[in-house]
């Protein structure tokens, strides 16, 4: 098992930046793939970007591309997702994830990752 807790959202304004941290517990030597979802109220859970837990490939759904940064810190067990020029549409519970099966970094579907953390609302004014 591995445990997923995000840290970081709040309410900020349009063009502001945020970071998010996602820390692993548990098995993370089992970890393959990490990544961030986000879900706005009315609408399902949706990919925004990943990365392998042993290789630097990442992916990123094209509304946050140029934007989002998603990183990481072996060391920490962290995950991180530095978000710049927020829109009003970002706003969301931000989810991190991770999976612990040999899936491609572009696959998006939520099917295919195993652990979830209990989210952080991102909150972006105009």
């Known amino acids: 098992q591995v445990q997923l807790v995000e840290s970081g959202g709040g309410l900020v304004q349009a063009g502001d930046s945020l970071r998010l941290a996602c820390a692993a517990s548990?098995?993370?030597?089992?970890?393959?793939?990490m990544a961030w979802f986000r879900q706005a109220p009315g609408k399902e859970r949706a990919f925004v970007a990943a990365?392998?837990?042993?290789?630097?490939?990442?992916y990123y759904v094209d509304s946050v591309k140029g934007r989002f940064t998603i990183s990481k810190d072996r060391a920490k067990n962290t995950v991180y997702l530095q978000m710049n020029s927020l829109k009003p549409e970002d706003t969301a519970v931000y989810y991190c994830?991770?999976?612990?099966?040999?899936?491609?970094?572009?696959?998006?579907?939520?099917?295919?990752?195993?652990?979830w953390g209990q989210g952080t609302q991102v909150t972006v004014s105009s």
């Open positions: 994830a991770a999976d612990a099966r040999v899936y491609s970094v572009v696959d998006t579907l939520t099917s295919r990752y195993d652990y």
């Open positions: 548990g098995r993370t030597f089992n970890m393959h793939r």
């Open positions: 990365m392998y837990w042993r290789a630097d490939s990442t």
